[in-house]
């Protein structure tokens, strides 16, 4: 187990440092922060000596370095838009507010895709379940910002159930939660569906059938126990696409979390606060699947020496 | 058995799927909230759903200036809410300069007081002031036009400006421009920057609250020394980027003033809102024919762009519909056709005579512009006979994509060959600082500029992402505007400049627009603000209650 966690964990890092190549690269591809910083009427000679103070017209590989040097220790720069402040303290000041919403979306998610896919595997190839893949069509190939918008005119605004946009109570947790879940939503369902599928058909179903176990017991406590093992899995990828579904349902949403510092930053070419985000984003998502990994390989032995 | 089993089966599997809709319309039940929100709770809290601002920090000379702190921090020169001019009942009561404007001296209001409790505003405010919003990380736009000078209190309620070189137009930047925001010396000597970046301290008729990641807020003042108290207690401008939303939270009535563009205007008129509109045109839209950088033989003048040529700069001018484009980019109203961009009634060197001429000389006609294309040769005479559009995202004219895509329209159907280059707004302003932007650039001149600064801006070197028309002739008038002090003589020179400029077709002058903003009219009943301010907006506090 130990030698397993080792080199998951050495994978994670090299994972972290290609990111770091990955995130220092596309900001600088995107163009210089010089451009966004100096007043419309600046000259060439005050673009040329603010990029001297930043350090920008170094070679890109010794600029990469130092920035290497620096997010070692935790400093990954003082943000451009927001003087003053560091770049990390930026990010983790929104951090909390994106991981509140994507907890919850993961929740709603849950509530709504495990039931499906479990009824629609106890009723295949009856209207329940075409009606079940329906969902999960539309929850793949509805683009996120789309539902977004739908559900705040539907529910906020012909409707007035929930609040259009904002943080504040529970009521503003459930559009924003519902889209970005809602791609979870149709996946989980599926994995659940089929999972459920092959539980079914095993002999110890049959044999707890034919010992007069009442159908529902059989169905969620016997069966759906031993198909969760799938869906626990996909967890870990969840954890990336709810990060990454952050950037645009907050925006949407004017909700106060990190996806949405992760636009404002973008337009102001504020580089430190990018890749703060980035960074950010992709340790968050390798612990999730460091995590996914180790209670995978502690729950099944054979994972661990393949 | 088997029948008797199949149906015990069908049976529980009934139960079992009321059951699950019973738990998740239960559990929707929970999420949902008891009762719909009223939409109008209170009238006594204002919220605009705004733009949001490029920065996110308290210390305006280093976030890119924007209406953000209108409410609280003061200009030192006050505009008239309706004509925009400027006044003496702000924090500057009168100002005289020097016969060559190299000094500017004010007079001060008396008893003027900080909020939360920083003392009386004086002149060292004003010096202190000066200091922040020139200082090497000041990142205002038009800050050239502040810096270089000198400023002295010369006694607690006077204070003076000097200059090497003549400031004519400084009053613009003090008032329209508002470059430069009264912040309290006396906060800054106790708490320093931080102070300022945890609460800063104004003078105007909303005290700040907070800056929070997607709203900033504010209370009003009930003493402010003008004698108006504004009709909200409170004041709440939301950082809302996507227009959707904006128009969702004005009509769920999260909102009650917010800005849209004006196809979603029509939307929200259509819902019983009305719009606010401000009393002078808060900007004029062109097209700049960048890359003719041809004075002095730079070696970035490319004579063989297609626009070097005056027939097809002429020839592109005749082949927009500007009254079909008026009417798709503005269906709201409240634009006329302009016959020069930076040529305003009553500034310096404005010519009647050429907004008579415009129709005849620039008008849609579409059998004159291919005659002067075949005049010019074009497209065989052209190494390249490709125009480039330039297709940018400029703050506070989000008409800009359509604006674009119509003018490809109509150039293509002439028979130009048209091409789109996607750069984003800081990428513009970096090719233009390059003398590399061979390309039709949309220009928004907000607020319009006094002519010397606008010609400055817009038409001498060193090169900035407007940057079109340059040539020594130009050049040479430019100058002698800039440095002269006699007001009759500016105003031929500028004269002069505008029709030179006017009969080269250096630009395609497009529309002035005034600023439209979409308001509940249950909870608000107007807004009187001029329009004479980058954004636009100004004068929060004559936000009028719905009673």
Partial sequence: ?306 | MKVRYLTQTIRNARVQALSAISAMVFTLGLILPSGATPAMAQTDKLVLALTPPSGQSTRFWSTPPSWLFDPSLESLVEQDPVTGEYTGNGLATSWEHNKDFTEWTFKLRKGVQFHYGFGEFTAADVVHSYALHTGPDSTVPGVAQLRGGKAEALDRYTVRFTYDKPRVRLLFMHAARALMKIYSKAQFDKEGLKGYDRRFAGTGHFRFVSLEPTAIRYERVDNHYSGIVPDFREMEMRFVAENATKLAMLLAGEAHITELPRELVVDALKAGMKTAQSAKPTMQTDIVFNGLYCESKDPNCRRDLPWFDVRIREAINRSLNRQEMLEVLFPGGGASLAARHSMVRGNEGYDPMLVERFEAEYGYDLEKAKQLMWHAGYPDSFKDPTITLIMTAIPGQPEIPLQMEMVHQYLTKVGFKVKFKEVDHAGVGALGRARKLYALNPLRNAPPRPTEIAFRAFYSNPGGPYQGWEDDWTSARIKEMVNSVDMKERDQIARRLFNYLYEQYVDIPLFEVFTQIPYNPKVVSGWQFPGATTSGYSHFHLIKAAK
């Fill in chain 1, 1 to 306: 187990m130990r030698r397993f966690l080792a080199i998951r964990i050495a994978q994670s890092l090299l994972a972290m440092l290609a990111i770091s190549v990955i995130a220092f690269g596309m900001t600088h591809l995107s163009g210089s922060p010089v451009d966004s910083m100096l007043p419309e009427d600046a000259g060439p000679e005050e673009a040329a000596q603010l990029t001297r103070e930043l350090g920008l017209d170094r070679p890109i590989h010794v600029q990469y370095f130092k920035f290497l040097g620096r997010v070692m220790t935790g400093n990954m720069g003082d943000s451009i838009m927001s003087p003053g402040a560091s770049a990390l303290g930026v990010v983790m000041d929104r951090m909390p507010a994106t991981l509140l919403l994507g907890g919850f979306a993961i929740i709603v998610s849950t509530i709504i895709a495990i039931p499906i896919g479990v009824l629609t595997a106890v009723y295949r190839d009856t209207a329940f379940d075409a009606a079940g893949k329906i969902i999960a069509l539309l929850g793949q190939a509805a683009p996120p910002f789309w539902l977004g918008i739908v559900l705040i005119w539907v529910f906020g605004v012909t409707l007035d159930w929930f609040p259009t946009s904002g943080r504040g109570g529970f009521s503003h947790f459930v559009l924003p939660a519902i889209a970005m879940g809602w791609f979870q939503v149709a996946a989980l369902m599926r994995i659940t569906r089929s999972s459920m599928l092959e539980v079914l058909d095993s002999e110890y179903i049959k044999l707890a059938r034919v010992k007069g176990v009442p159908e529902w017991r059989i169905i969620w406590v016997h069966a759906l126990r031993n198909a969760a093992i799938a869906p626990l899995t996909y967890f870990g990828v969840i954890a990336g696409i709810i990060l990454t579904g952050s950037v645009v349902i907050e925006t949407v949403f004017v909700w106060p979390g990190a996806g949405q510092l992760a636009v404002e930053a973008i337009r102001a070419r504020d580089f430190p606060v990018v890749q703060a985000v980035v960074l950010t984003f992709a340790a968050v998502f390798i612990l999730a699947n460091l995590l996914v990994d180790t209670l995978y390989a502690y729950v099944d032995p054979r994972i661990r020496y393949r």
